[in-house]
T-cell receptor, first 115, second 115 residues
Framework: DGGITQSPKYLFRKEGQNVTLSCEQNLNHDAMYWYRQDPGQGLRLIYYSQIVNDFQKGDIAEGYSVSREKKESFPLTVTSAQKNPTAFYLC??????????????FGDGTRLSIL | AQSVAQPEDQVNVAEGNPLTVKCTYSVSGNPYLFWYVQYPNRGLQFLLKYITGDNLVKGSYGFEAEFNKSQTSFHLKKPSALVSDSALYFCAVRVFHTGGFKTIFGAGTRLFVKA
């Protein structure tokens, strides 16, 4: 079955440490997204990518970095500069980003906590 | 600023009764409208969308939504609620912005269906 796989499901970060969240899709979608979910705040866009080797900052990109070297993969690194990283992180994809009226497909998330 | 509002943090309904989860939006132009559902520790699942045409759209699991342009609303409805419908529901609006399209999510409404 096609879908989005996020790993790990739970992740713990020590102070000063960078951690990387994995996101892989086999839907052949061009566009991929990273969202942060905090209680009562809905989803906030961190980064998105419309095509391989290209990505754009979302609304809350500070303290995060991404890469898009392959169509299937869009890893997110939470750097030590992100002072409040505790949240539920969701990866999503859609066929295209431009003129796209299709819904986004979501992975099952990674819950990041501070040790 | 473009925004999506879900005015109720929580909706309580008895099993078998009709349910409504409200959504209003403030955007320019003609947006694409979506409803998603999220179960605990899972990603979002697509329920239904409005792009154009008939104001009443039907989706998964017996849900439907009514688009009202004059009231800028897109309320989610179901004629007879099930206990298994208990979850977090998100309204989303896809709008054009610099560089392409952007999805704005509401803060979410938690639905409790009591047996």
């Amino acid at each position: 079955d096609g879908g989005i796989t996020q790993s790990p499901k739970y992740l713990f970060r020590k102070e000063g440490q960078n951690v990387t969240l994995s996101c892989e899709q086999n839907l052949n979608h061009d566009a991929m997204y990273w969202y942060r979910q905090d209680p009562g705040q809905g989803l906030r866009l961190i980064y998105y990518s419309q095509i391989v080797n290209d990505f754009q900052k979302g609304d809350i990109a500070e303290g995060y970095s991404v890469s898009r070297e392959k169509k299937e993969s869009f890893p997110l690194t939470v750097t030590s500069a992100q002072k409040n990283p505790t949240a539920f992180y969701l990866c999503a994809s859609s066929p295209r980003a431009i003129s796209d009226n299709q819904p986004q497909h979501f992975g099952d998330g990674t819950r990041l906590s501070i040790l | 600023a473009q925004s999506v509002a879900q005015p109720e943090d929580q909706v309580n309904v008895a099993e078998g009764n009709p349910l409504t989860v409200k959504c209003t939006y403030s955007v320019s132009g003609n947006p694409y409208l979506f409803w998603y559902v999220q179960y605990p520790n899972r990603g979002l699942q697509f329920l239904l969308k409005y792009i154009t045409g008939d104001n009443l759209v039907k989706g998964s699991y017996g849900f439907e939504a009514e688009f009202n342009k004059s009231q800028t609303s897109f309320h989610l409805k179901k004629p007879s609620a099930l206990v298994s419908d208990s979850a977090l529901y998100f309204c989303a609006v896809r709008v054009f912005h610099t560089g392409g399209f952007k999805t704005i999510f509401g803060a979410g409404t938690r639905l409790f269906v009591k047996a």
